[in-house]
């Protein structure tokens, strides 16, 4: 319910007082067609109003329900619901209602009012779930503020200026991770080409980096397995195998595993234990020879049969450097050229051709330095981006904020200080809805009559 601690000029209404709700329609799929054609019309989806819209045409009849780009269209369904879409034109279908909207009122002050909790800590209420959405019937319940119409542009005016502020610190914010994305790699990249540590290594008289492979500096290589597995997470006492969604660069997802069946013998060998480099060996392009460092286990897993595990041979150096080195920019170059497959949704990489990667290799003691180095700056990359990520969920908050204060009459308080002659008299809200509602009773279609009073 909205808060009633609201201006004494704004009026407190029930939403069907002066707006209503129309749904869309839904022509069958053969109908559809990717391209504009005569005859055609648009429709409008959810997905049309994101980053990744897909155009679809349908014919245009009397019966479809249309929009123009000045209509504010509200999400009806699931994780949609209560969404506000504006700026399209075209027939839309079932998952949207069109807010049919009196002209005395101000459509950009109406579309910050659904954005806020005001509209959408009701549809929140709703007794029905989600997926069902909402009906006319349920916004009759709905509460419904209306200022003096121009205070509502006012209202408008100051959160297009507000609201414009937050999406740029938030823009701004967003392409950070990006930024510190690249500083990993950079940093990764100088420290498995020896520029991180080459004043260090001269200083310590340790000599230049050799060229070797790597099966030269691992030990063996092995190759898990794929019993038929429970599609559930192990406990800390079961055992479980994990799936090749655990391998991320760099980072092992615990998690990300299924559970044995106790009718099948466990394979102790098979195990993943702290130390161990995993890199898969198969799947699409993009998820095949990813490598991984495992920094500690806490539940008894073994490796699947599309991943590998193996260490550095000891006195070679350190397993952690060497996932290092197969996580770096150039190195996953020459890993994408040991790939084979006969199309991009099933590569391999085989043993033979991983172990032939030809690698760059520091003495143990640089190694060590490295990861030193490396560990801190990452550390650094990760602090910077945990302070953005909780910025941004202060940006996002601020947003509900700010229409919170608009809705309370709090951004527009001195305004009505300063004009009384706008807010009263024939500028006043009790007049306003008076003109609405003579909008509304003009645009009611008329009753249908009888077959029994037209034959007469």
């Known amino acids: 319910m909205a808060d009633r601690n609201i201006p004494t000029e704004w009026l407190f209404l029930k939403f069907t007082e002066i ?57 009806r369904y699931g994780a949609s619901l209560g969404r506000i879409c504006t700026g399209m034109e075209g027939a839309y279908n079932v998952a949207l209602a069109k807010v049919i909207t009196p002209p005395s009122l101000d459509r950009g002050f109406l579309h910050g009012y659904l954005d806020s909790e005001h509209f959408q800590g009701e ?29 509502q542009k006012v209202i408008d005016a100051k959160l297009d200026t507000l609201m414009a502020n937050v999406e740029t610190t938030k823009a701004r914010l967003e392409r950070i991770p990006q930024i510190l994305k690249r500083f990993r790699q950079s940093g990764l990249a100088a420290a498995v080409s020896g520029r991180l540590t080459e004043e260090w290594r001269g200083r310590a008289g340790l000599p230049e980096w050799e060229v070797t492979f790597l099966g030269e500096v691992i030990g063996n290589i092995d190759q898990g397995w794929s019993p038929k597995c429970h599609n559930e997470p192990t406990s800390n006492e079961s055992w ?24 099948l013998e466990i394979r102790p060998h098979l195990r993943v234990l702290a130390s161990d480099i995993l890199t898969t060996r198969a799947g699409p392009r993009s998820r095949c020879g990813i490598t991984c460092y495992v920094n500690s286990t806490s539940k008894n897993l073994m490796i699947c ?21 197969l996580n770096s920019p150039n190195v996953l170059e020459k890993i994408e050229t040991l790939k084979t497959g006969i199309s991009e949704s099933g590569m391999n990489l085989t043993q033979k051709k991983f172990r032939q990667l030809k690698l760059n290799w520091p003495t143990p003691e640089e190694q060590t330095e490295i990861i030193r180095r490396v560990d801190q700056l990452f550390a650094h990359a990760d602090r910077i981006e945990q302070q ?53 009773s003009q645009v009611k279609p008329a009753k249908r009559k009888s077959k029994k009073t037209m034959i007469a």
Request: aromatic share 8%; glycine share 8%.
């Open 305 to 325: 049969d599309k991943v590998y595990r193996y260490r550095v041979i000891e006195g070679k150096g350190c397993s952690k450097f060497l996932a290092l080195q």
């Open 123 to 151: 549809l929140r209420l709703l007794s029905r779930s989600a997926q069902n959405g909402f009906n006319k019937g349920d916004l009759e319940t709905f509460d419904f503020l209306l200022p003096p119409l121009a205070e």
């Open 240 to 263: 479980g195998v994990i799936k090749t969604s655990s391998v991320l660069p760099m980072a092992f997802l615990e998690h990300e595993n299924k559970k044995l069946p106790n009718s």
């Open 19 to 75: 707006l209503d709700v129309q749904g869309g329609t839904q022509p069958p799929k053969s109908q559809f067609i990717g391209e504009p054609r005569k005859g055609y019309i648009r429709l409008l989806q959810i997905r049309d109003f994101g980053k990744k819209p897909v155009p679809t045409f349908i014919p245009d009849t009397s019966k479809l329900k249309k929009c123009n780009k000045d209509d504010i269209l509200i999400g």
């Open 388 to 440: 953005v990520n909780n910025a941004l969920t202060r940006v996002n908050n601020l947003t509900q904020s700010i229409l919170a204060k608009a809705f309370r009459g709090e951004l527009t308080e001195q305004w009505r200080k300063d004009n009384p002659d706008l807010i009263s008299g024939e500028n006043s809200a009790e007049a306003l809805l008076e003109k609405i509602k003579a909008e509304r």
